[in-house]
């Protein structure tokens, strides 16, 4: 019994050599590989007729492969001109198409890592909506307004639109706290109101594309309420 014992050890070692012995000579065996996206799309929105990137990287010290999908399918990125992969791995829509019948860029998206005889990764899915070119559908005007008194600016966008609108007074971006308040329409409240409160003001849409600003305001503040010509 114990001879036969001792000839499965000398079998079982001799394995073990045949299959690791090799190891540092150039074998099959391959260490850990980190793969892992280190940059995944989030939702953006975009607007029609400019540029729109969707951001993805994948980090490995192996060749990677990125792909992106729509929708659920893989984009023929060949066959669409206005799409292309920046070096990265980040999607880059040159120009936004959207229209009424015709929305080939609005969806969801998701990106595609692969490296080869490893595995495939795949990132978060991101929505990308589509809005028309940023336009105001009301403007501030000039006003005054009694001291510890409450005013309002106008500043009316569509509600996609509200996220990137923002506030100025004399050059400035305007400050919000429980006293100046910028309301869901883009509107700007003033309570309390002091000399320190007074200025030119302007609303503007900042961060798609170039920026776009209303007509500048006047905020008086003075003794009594009026609108000024």
């Not at 079998?11 to 590989?33: M, P, Y």
């Not at 940059?39 to 990287?57: H, K, Q």
């Not at 609005?106 to 490893?118: M, P, W």
């Not at 506030?167 to 509107?187: F, I, N, Y």
Request: net charge neutral; charged share 25%; hydrophobic share 40%.
């Amino acid at each position: 019994m114990a001879e036969r014992g001792a000839r499965l050890l000398v079998i079982f070692a001799s394995l073990i050599v045949l299959r690791f012995g090799g190891a540092d000579k150039g074998s099959d065996i391959r260490g850990f590989t980190p793969f892992r996206f280190s940059v995944e799309p989030i939702d953006t929105l975009a607007v029609r007729g400019l540029p729109a990137v969707l951001n993805c990287s994948a980090a490995s010290d192996a060749p990677v492969r990125v792909e992106w999908k729509k929708d659920g399918t893989f984009l023929n990125l060949v066959a669409d001109d206005r799409k292309r992969q920046l070096a990265d791995g980040s999607l880059l829509i040159s120009t936004v198409v959207h229209s009424k019948h015709n929305k080939p860029d609005d969806g969801v998206y998701q990106c595609v890592a692969t490296i080869d005889n490893l595995g495939t990764i795949s990132s978060r899915t991101a929505r990308l909506s589509v809005a028309g070119l940023p336009r105001f559908l009301s403007q501030p005007e000039g006003v005054s307004v009694r001291t510890a008194g409450t005013e309002m600016l106008s500043c009316e966008v569509t509600e996609e639109l509200v996220p990137f609108t923002r506030w100025e007074r004399d050059g400035r971006a305007v400050e919000l706290d429980t006293r100046v308040v910028q309301l869901p329409s883009g509107a700007l409240v003033i309570s309390n109101a002091s000399q320190s409160d007074a200025g030119i003001y302007r609303c503007t849409i900042d961060g798609l594309g170039p920026a776009k600003s209303t007509e500048e305001a006047e905020l008086q503040v003075s003794a009594g309420t009026y609108r000024l010509n």
